[in-house]
């Protein structure tokens, strides 16, 4: 297995306290990032994240400051890849949000654990994901 890691930020006009408000309900990313379709929040604080590729995947919290405006979460360890997922053994993604003038920063940060045949192909799924992760976020506050 081999680290890729891919980096990507948006500045946007909402104030940094208003877009970590947003950005932090993990429940409520289905309605902004567009390669997910829907979010159950199990009784564990896992998250089952059903994705438009049709696979689903078991992600929790990992650390969240609320002072330095930061949330990451990682897969669930253990589960199986479903078929038609990605074969990825870790994940962690990272959301930074920092205030910028009147406006904010957020930088988005996904760490995968992928197999060596995927190492060259996986920073363009994963860009994609964080692409549509910041769209949906210029769509709710504007850049």
Known sequence: MTIVNVN????????????????????GFASWQPHITSVEMLANGDRKVL???GNTMLDRI???????????????P???TPAGAPPIKSLD???VV???????EVSYTIEADVPPP???????GIGADIDGALAGLVTQFGN
Do not use: C, I
Not at 8 to 24: C, D, P, T, Y
Not at 62 to 76: I, P
Not at 98 to 104: E, F, L, Q, R, Y
């Open 8 to 27: 990507k930020s948006v500045k946007l006009k909402a104030g940094a306290a208003e877009v970590w408000n947003f950005v932090k309900d993990f429940a």
């Open 98 to 104: 920092t205030a910028d003038g009147t406006g904010s």
């Open 118 to 124: 995927m190492v060259e192909l996986a920073p363009k």
């Open 93 to 95: 993604a990272t959301f």
């Open 51 to 53: 994705f438009k590729r």
């Open 62 to 76: 990992k650390h969240q400051d609320d002072g330095a405006m930061t949330l990451t979460y990682e897969l669930v």
């Open 78 to 80: 253990g589960q199986e």
